[in-house]
């Protein structure tokens, strides 16, 4: 199956790689280049436009609350992923709430397992996406490190 973007896709994409880092392109902008409302008619392109340019090009976009897409800097990247970890947090802390009304004992062996694998992950999803393994690892971080590896971070909750 031979994947094609769509013309919308293709259209937003060609606004959106003409944006400078820190420019502010409107949804009224990127409207009127597809001809309808981004908004209710084309999210899902916009997202794929979106993810395209970030692929290909490392151009990354913040929202702007009802006004459109800015090209973010380095700084605003890495401060957009508190975002990104408290929108995880709370998306596990929900599943987990989800699964807590479970009666466990009504389950077939099998659902019992997904059930466990799943409370185990969400679990660990939340706890690692909060404030307090935040700074654990913060504290064993310096400067120097451009990453840390997964091994040694598991470690520091062993």
């Known amino acids: 199956m031979n994947f094609e973007k769509s013309s ?55 929202v ?35 699964l807590s009304v479970v009666d466990f004992d009504k389950l077939a062996p099998e659902e019992k397992r997904q059930h466990v694998v799943a409370s185990a992950q969400m679990g660990a999803i939340e706890m690692f996406a909060g404030k307090k393994a935040m700074a654990k690892i913060e504290s064993k971080v310096d400067d120097t490190k451009r990453t840390l590896p997964i091994g040694e971070t598991l470690r520091l909750f062993g």
């Open 64 to 98: 702007e609350h009802n006004v459109g897409l800015k090209r973010l800097n380095d700084s605003e990247i890495v401060k957009s992923t508190e975002y990104d970890r408290n929108k995880m947090r709370r998306a596990a802390k929900r599943s987990l709430k989800k």
């Open 8 to 62: 919308d896709t293709k259209t937003l994409e060609s606004v959106l790689v003409e944006a400078q880092i820190g420019d502010m392109i409107t949804y009224d902008m990127l409207s009127k280049a597809i001809g309808r409302d981004v908004r209710d008619f084309a999210l899902a392109s916009l997202t794929s436009a979106r993810r395209s340019l970030q692929q290909s090009k490392g151009f990354v976009f913040g």
